[in-house]
């Protein structure tokens, strides 16, 4: 120590070296009592939802280390009458700078508070789709199914519109399907509810909704709900849309491709169609694909 | 040893313990669920498969199986144990989840009637290996989903059967894969009751074999009172059906009390 005085020419006095020892005992003993308290807070909140947990272990941690942090420079000579002095100062400058981290800050306790949603739901923020991991102070952090860590500012997370697929047991499943024109609809009907009757994952309670959608381009499209218990979801609509195609092919219905049929502009008669030789097509000055007009088209 | 379902195979039940030679595969078949089991020196295997014959009557106990009987569809189940002891132990019970009963023609109940009907659940399977070790815990048949609540935010996911809902029981045709409950509806309100659906505890009962006629559940008792909307739902002790000596075989999935009320007489009935 002596060393390092004369070389800095410092005068450290023995009372000053037993405060900077104070205080850095304060601030480790802050440390381990925050650690230990987070520690207890998670024990004692057992039977508290995720969410609840974490922001509790959180502001009692905080606020042990405040704590000591806060006698630790006291110990270390720092006046904090100066620093209540320059408070309303301060203030303004700090809440000029933190503007967004406080509205952040405020929002994630508003999120906190409305509980709509939790640790662990599967949330859709404006396209993101992703397992909630944490509603933290300034922002809300989700891993998306490609396992992407996604970071969404809570004041965005309070304005913008979310969808929470956790929240409730069951949901449903709209197949749209269409069937060609020449179907009988009473039968088609009665094979799309035989599909969503047989299938087990299939809740008969709601019951399976069919909807006639309307004349289509080229089928008559029907919709089909079902409801599955919200974890088989995905299972039932992979499984559904597989019945519905067996089951239209066992049946013979046709599920049809888009059609475009083309007229003549008298209607009635048909394309003429000619076989041309390849030899005359290569030697024929006409554009390469450009069909070869039959002279009775002509006339 | 194949049994024709009649009194023979109720005379006989499927449950039971057996002890297998190692390496060995053996076959059981319970109305429409088939099972395959190998003991090996540190491994239990089962192969187990439902078909969609509800009305499935066959009973098979413990044969002798080749490995290319066993069908390709069949799940796998592998149980890894330190030292397993050969023994296999079958066990009915009942389902996990409630049932929702939805007879086949609504039943109605005149003002005043006290009326006894008897519904059928399929059983689910427990296997055990000796010492008490869990193999597997199956429905003998894959039943359909169902809500029951009366909106798509409150309610319960249960499972779903149609049942004739008969009132005689010597009409009840006796599975080896379903219980029997016997429900005891009182109308005690001045409007006709139309039973469309109702709701069987079965996670709350305890499961009964009886030596004459299979298995039973604790009788279920649903009052509705003269207001028309507040009434009591119980369960019985025991089947509560003369001539039925009843033994219990399985505990109840959920434990309740043997008398409380089941929930809103409404809500039992869907109404």
Known sequence: MGWLTSTLHLQVTPAQVAAAVRAGVYVVLGIGLARLTAVTVTRATRHMG????????RLASYAVLALFLASALREAGFRFDVLLGAAGILTVAVGFASQTSA?????GLF????RSIAIGDVINVSGTVGEVLSVDLLSTRLRTFDNLMVRIPNQTMVTTLI????RLP??????????AYK???AKVEQALLDIADRDPLCLEDPAPLLIAMGFGASSINYQLSVWAKRENWLELRNRITREVKAGFDELGIELPFPHVSLYTGSVTEPFPVMVMNPAAVTGASAPSGAAATPPEAEA | MSVGMSEAALDSPWWGEMELTPGELRHWHVGPY???????????????LSSVDAMGEEVVLGAEAQDAEVPAEAALTRVGLSSARPVLELRPALADRDVVVRPDTPVAVPAGVRLELYVTTPVWIVARAGGNVPLLDEPSLRLSDTWFGPNTLEGELAYAIRTAARLELEELPRRPHRAITKVVVVNGARETLVLE???VPVAGLVLYTSQRSGLWTDQVTLERKQGGGVAEASVGAGPNVPGVDAERIAEPRVTTPSRFSLNAFGRLLGV
């Open chain 1, 103 to 107: 509205s952040n800050m405020i929002s």
């Open chain 1, 163 to 166: 969808t929470n697929y956790n």
């Open chain 1, 170 to 179: 069951i949901r449903r499943f709209d197949l749209q399907v269409g069937v």
């Open chain 1, 111 to 114: 999120l906190m508070l409305e």
């Open chain 2, 34 to 48: 088939r099972l395959w089991v190998r003991a090996m020196a540190l491994e239990w295997r089962l192969w187990s």
């Open chain 1, 50 to 57: 995720a969410q609840e947990r974490v922001l509790l272990r």
């Open chain 1, 183 to 185: 179907e009988d609809l």
């Open chain 2, 197 to 199: 659906k109702l709701k």
